[in-house]
């Protein structure tokens, strides 16, 4: 609707010989009045505007400037105009406007077929567009050829190619196709038109395979398979492979939890004692296994408790006779304690009866439940332990080796002292315990045998609470006896002193009441390389300690006795107890 | 012995450097060079005009398309192209417009011709490849390619008159030259200026650098091919 002028559309030159000039007219021809366009030209060195010398060679509305009028490389304007005004204007010179015309004579040939007579390769050939003179070097072309199949939409490109021949490989011969080819200046980026399209059957020279119309496709499933087998092969052989070395590479070992000084097999022969004498000498491990327990008791003393303070200390009461006398379980006032003890009645818990408790029986059922079995430990030192006593007091400790290096206060290293006899060093340190010159009262049960003996653990230090004290007679390995005696232990068991003189008996792990880990009893019975431990003969000597056959409520804790010939080195203890190591290695 | 070890490394240091000399290929394409010490290395004429076409059409590749980055960069919506009717300094010369003309004139003067515009612009691309870095932001291309150019116009200009040395037969004329005094327009103050300078040198190169091509190939086909190329 919008009227518009004339416009030069675009100028051309083929064969950079001659050029064209081509224009769009406008709505000003459905004017009444006609208008006469002319295009005027002028080269750069000239001053007047020419008129075009033909406007017919080239079609309608253009302008041909044959070879006579072409100079190529001179810049020239071409202007659009009627006798009035000037519609359009254009600048340019012919090398710059050269677009070839299409190339001709486009024919292919077989070059070969593949051996299924699916795929063939051809030979495209053509011509040069014989506008351009190519032979004097006048012009120089490069060609492009696209092609694609007849049903196709997109076609498919070569790269441009100076050539005027292209093969084109692994066509379908099943297929039809459609090939057409373009030129253009060899410096120039414009392309001219296209050619004619050549159409490539197959079929018309007999190649045509009727029976291979399917396409074989790649089989993309046999490769995922054949490669996943492969990699499971290559997997199962390294890890089948005998060389470590390789093994470690492709998989190398996963870290393990390692425990220095543990050696892995033991664990795996399933020497618990071995590993629990190692582990004895691991502070981390001892405290662990004493949080967890259940039998260690706590004894939490109230500090601000008048009459603690009045007290005398535990130690003195623990280790007095006449405290021993009077009191059945020392230290047992603390009202913060979640486990009653049954000796005491004051304690008005009412979860168990001190008979009921102390009646425990043999079961080990009934010992690991938890705090009632604990007050069974408490409830030992109700035995007559007064005879015991004084035989505690004149044991001497010291006639126990001395040897064994401490490696820590609580000498827990003693026990584990393979080379020495179980006595733990701490003997020597009990030495240095002016108020404590009997042993440690209490001893922990660390384990429960399968038939239902209690398996006490070395006590490291003595803790000032309940004493737990029984008689500790080396001759009293009858079943109704109480266990052999903590204080021996506690003898054997580093104290220092201002430790026992503590009110507090602090949960801490090992420290708590002066139980004895397992492991310091089990270290000694690694060392001798003896099991769970087995009560000692009454003809020998007694050991550290002893595993308790039966608690007989209330009064306490039934040892085991078994006559075990024991060297006497072994059992030079002046507590009466036996070591569960040398107890094990007594027992058959 | 030291100085013998010594000997015999230089020896096997020289005969590395003597077959790496051999084996590398130098210029446009891999032709053939000649062999060290060689008295009468002469190459062929189909040679030396293959080099030469080569290298020509390098150049006005490489004209080309500085020409066109130019163009976009910083030419664009200044009107420039209204202008592009002028005059190049080698207009002066007189050559061949049209595929009559040169197929009409001797070699011999249209190879003085290609020499003349080649030297013609021997100036004119020293300083350009100097005075592009002045401009503001020029990119790395355009720096690039008219350091290229120049280096390969001279020895395109090398290789010619090897090639006019050969070819012809009487004294060589080496009168054919025009002096390029637009390098006070490079150095306008005004940009506007400056960048049309620029880009008609520009546009200038590139129409001579595809002259000298087509004079080239005209003059190879019709000397090397007897017009069948």
């Known amino acids: 609707d919008l009227l518009q002028q004339p416009q030069i559309s675009k100028c051309r030159s083929p064969e950079m010989e001659t050029f064209s000039c081509f224009w769009t007219a406008g709505n000003f021809y459905n004017l009444t009045v006609p208008r006469i366009i002319q295009l005027l030209y002028k080269k750069s060195n000239e001053e007047d505007w020419k008129e075009c010398p033909d406007y017919i060679t080239s079609g309608q509305n253009s302008c041909y400037f044959n070879a006579s009028y072409t100079s190529v490389w001179t810049p020239y304007c071409v202007q659009l105009a009627s006798k009035n005004e000037v519609y359009d204007k254009k600048c340019f010179s012919v090398d710059e406007i050269v677009l070839p015309d299409p190339p001709v004579h486009l024919n292919w040939t077989l070059l070969n077929t593949s051996q299924t007579g699916i795929h063939g390769d051809i030979q495209v050939r053509w011509d040069p567009p014989p506008t351009a003179d190519v032979r004097k070097g006048w012009i120089t072309l490069e060609y492009e050829l696209q092609y694609k199949e007849v049903n196709e939409t997109k076609w498919k490109e070569l790269k441009p190619r100076l050539s005027t021949m292209a093969p084109l490989y692994s066509l379908k011969t099943a297929r039809d196709y459609e090939i057409r080819i373009r030129s253009r200046q060899r410096t120039s980026e414009k392309f001219g038109e296209f050619s004619e399209i050549l159409y490539v059957s197959f079929s018309q020279i007999g190649i045509g395979c009727d029976h291979c119309t399917e396409e074989v496709e790649f089989p993309w499933y046999l490769v995922v398979v054949f490669g996943v087998c492969g990699l499971a092969v290559t997997v199962i052989s390294i890890m089948l492979s005998k060389q470590p070395r390789l093994k470690m590479l492709i998989f190398p070992p996963v870290p393990v939890p390692k425990i220095k000084g543990i050696d892995p097999d033991l664990l795996k022969k399933g020497k618990l004692d071995e590993v629990n004498s190692i582990l004895a000498c691991h502070d981390s491990y001892k405290t662990q296994l004493y949080s967890d327990d259940l039998w260690v008791e706590f004894i939490e003393l109230d500090i601000e408790d008048p009459d603690e303070k009045n007290r005398a200390s535990d130690t003195d009461r623990l280790l007095s006779e006449d405290h021993l006398k009077s009191h059945n379980c020392l230290g047992a006032k603390d009202d913060d304690s979640g486990r009653a003890s049954c000796c005491e009645p004051d304690i008005p818990e009412t979860d168990f009866s001190a008979s009921d408790t102390c009646d425990a029986t043999s079961d080990s059922d009934q010992f690991k439940k938890a705090t009632e079995k604990e007050e069974d430990l408490l409830c030992l030192d109700r035995q007559d332990n007064d005879e015991s006593l004084p035989s505690f007091a004149n044991t001497d400790p010291q006639g126990q080796h001395r040897n064994a290096p401490s490696e820590n206060s609580l000498l827990w290293a003693p026990f584990g002292d393979s080379i020495e006899s179980p006595h733990p060093s701490v003997h020597t340190q009990i030495s240095n315990q002016n108020s404590l010159t009997s042993t440690d009262f209490y001893a922990q049960v660390s384990d429960i045998t399968p038939a239902g003996r209690v398996v006490l653990s070395p006590g490291q230090k003595s803790k000032l609470g309940r004493a737990q004290r029984e008689g500790c007679t080396e001759q009293n390995f009858t079943v109704d006896n109480t266990y052999f005696c903590e204080a021996d232990v506690k003898k054997c068991i580093a104290v220092t002193s201002h430790e026992e003189n503590e009110p507090h008996v602090q949960e801490q792990g090992y420290n708590e009441d002066g139980y004895f880990t397992t492991e310091s009893l089990t270290t000694t019975v690694a060392n001798l390389g003896a099991s769970t431990a087995a009560p000692p003969s009454s003809e020998t000597p007694v050991a550290d300690y002893t595993s308790i056959h039966i608690v007989q409520s209330p009064q306490g804790l039934v040892l085991n006795a078994t006559a075990l010939p024991v060297p006497d080195k072994e059992f030079n203890v002046s507590c009466g107890y036996v070591s569960t190591d040398q107890l094990n290695k007594i027992m058959p | ?229």
């Not at chain 2, 290395?41 to 130019?70: G, P, T, W």
């Not at chain 2, 200038?204 to 000298?212: F, N």
Request: glycine share 4%; aromatic share 6%; with cysteine.
């Open chain 2, 1 to 229: 012995m030291s100085t013998k070890g010594a000997s015999l490394k230089g020896l096997l240091l020289v005969t590395l450097l003597v077959s790496h000399m051999l084996l590398t290929k130098e210029g446009v394409t891999s032709l053939p060079i000649c062999p060290n010490g060689s008295v009468n290395c002469q190459l062929s004429l189909e040679e030396l005009f293959d080099r030469a076409v080569k290298l020509s059409h390098y150049i006005h590749f490489l004209s080309s398309e500085m020409f066109n980055e130019f163009d976009e960069r910083y030419a664009q919506g200044r009107g420039f192209i209204a202008k592009a009717v002028n005059s190049c300094h080698t207009a002066s010369l007189t050559t061949p417009e049209d595929k009559e003309q040169a197929q009409q004139i001797h070699h011999e003067d249209l190879l003085n011709i290609i020499l003349g515009v080649l030297r013609s612009w021997n100036d004119p691309l020293i300083h350009l490849a100097s005075e592009v870095q002045r401009m503001k932001e020029a990119p790395e291309t355009i720096l690039w390619k008219a350091v290229e150019i120049e280096e390969q116009n001279k020895r395109l200009l090398e290789g010619m008159e090897k090639i006019v040395g050969r070819v012809q037969s009487g004294e060589v004329e080496n009168d054919i030259y025009t002096p390029w005094d637009g390098l006070p327009s490079l150095q306008l103050a005004d940009e506007d200026s400056r960048l049309f300078a620029f880009y008609n040198l520009l546009h200038c190169l590139r129409r001579d650098s595809h002259k000298i091509d087509n004079y080239l190939k005209v003059l190879k086909c019709r000397l090397i091919h007897d017009n069948n190329c």
